[in-house]
Each structure stands twice: as structure tokens, then as C-alpha cells.
């Protein structure tokens, strides 16, 4: 079986969670964790199950003005920030629009990563990419989860744990709908 953890991420906190969440499926799956920018149709056309989580802005997916924002953020002295790679190119939000009905009994998870808080007050972009996901035929294995960051950009201590734990998870309930062969 292969599942394919796809994610957006600015300062490094939604790809540390993604891989994290990728060690948790290794057991029953192979597995690969992707950047949304270079997650083609290729990369989810046979994949049994598509994990799929980036980060909270302003209460949902992040966009292009929150991108440019995040950016700015980064460089604002002493912030302590460092942006990723690709954080500036298009993501999950125009990712999901381009992708199309699943041509596959696939499953799929949706995550995100957020400020600790209420949910009422950060916002979940999980919420809406686990909908997007289930709009494109997908069916979901598990409620949307989210990854808690502090005030300052950083994961809080054992989120990592927590998102690996999780990806076990996640492996145990598709091995529960019958998807545990590996291929």
C-alpha cells in the first residue's frame, strides 16, 4: 500500500508535523511526504491513501496575501523566523482546486497546524481541506486534526509525538476498512 503525506508550510512547524505523521504510517504503508508545490496529479494518482494539512491563517488555508504576509513576518528583525523553501509559490488551496475527482476508491486525512487557543478564536484549516477532500471523492478515515504551535511560530512540545501517534492511527483505521496489504 502507499500513502503520500502532502503539506504547505511557512516557518517549518506543518513539514515537521508532516513527516512525523509519515514515520507514523511507515509501518503499514510506503510512504512519501511531499511539499504541496511539488505534488502533482502523479504523485496522489495511485497512492491508497493521501494525508493532506497545512498551516492556520486567519481562520482557514492560508492565501496568497497571507503567504505575503507570513513572509513579512519572517523578516521582521528579531522574529526568529525562517521561511521555507517554496512558502511563497501556490498552495493547498489552489492545489485542491486543481485536483479533480479521486478516479479511485481512495482515503484520505486532512491536518493542520494552528496557534494553541480555542478553535473558535485560531480558526482550523483542516476543516476545510478535509471538505475540499471529501468534494473530490475522497473518503475521510478521520476527523481533521490540528498540530498546536505557541505564539512565537513553534511547535509545542510533543506535537511531533502526537502527529507520529496519530499516523499510526490513521494506518489502523485503514487497515480496518481492509487496506493493510502491501503492494
Not at 71 to 84: C, D, M, Q, S, T
Request: with cysteine.
Amino acid at each position: 500500500m502507499r500513502a503520500v503525506v502532502i503539506y504547505e508550510s511557512m516557518y517549518g512547524n506543518t513539514h515537521q508535523i508532516a513527516q512525523a505523521i509519515g514515520t507514523g504510517l511507515a509501518g503499514e504503508f510506503d510512504v512519501g511526504v511531499v511539499p504541496v508545490a511539488e505534488a502533482g496529479r502523479a504523485v496522489v494518482s495511485d497512492a491508497d491513501l493521501i494525508v493532506v494539512g497545512g498551516p492556520t491563517h486567519v481562520h482557514g488555508m492560508a492565501r496568497a496575501s497571507t503567504r505575503r504576509a507570513a513572509a513579512k513576518a519572517a523578516g521582521e528583525p528579531g522574529a526568529g523566523l525562517r521561511l521555507e523553501p517554496d512558502a511563497l509559490t501556490a498552495g493547498l488551496r489552489e492545489w485542491l482546486d486543481a485536483l479533480g475527482k479521486s478516479t479511485v476508491h481512495a482515503r484520505a486525512a486532512a491536518f493542520d497546524t494552528r496557534i494553541d487557543g480555542p478553535a473558535v478564536f485560531t480558526g482550523r484549516a483542516s476543516k476545510a481541506v478535509g471538505k475540499a477532500l471529501r468534494h473530490h471523492g475522497y473518503d475521510l478515515v478521520a476527523e481533521p486534526e490540528s498540530f498546536l504551535v505557541t505564539k512565537q511560530n513553534h511547535l509545542l512540545p510533543q506535537e511531533r509525538e502526537r502527529a507520529a501517534s496519530w499516523g499510526v492511527g490513521l494506518a489502523a483505521a485503514c487497515a480496518s476498512a481492509g487496506a493493510t496489504t502491501r503492494s
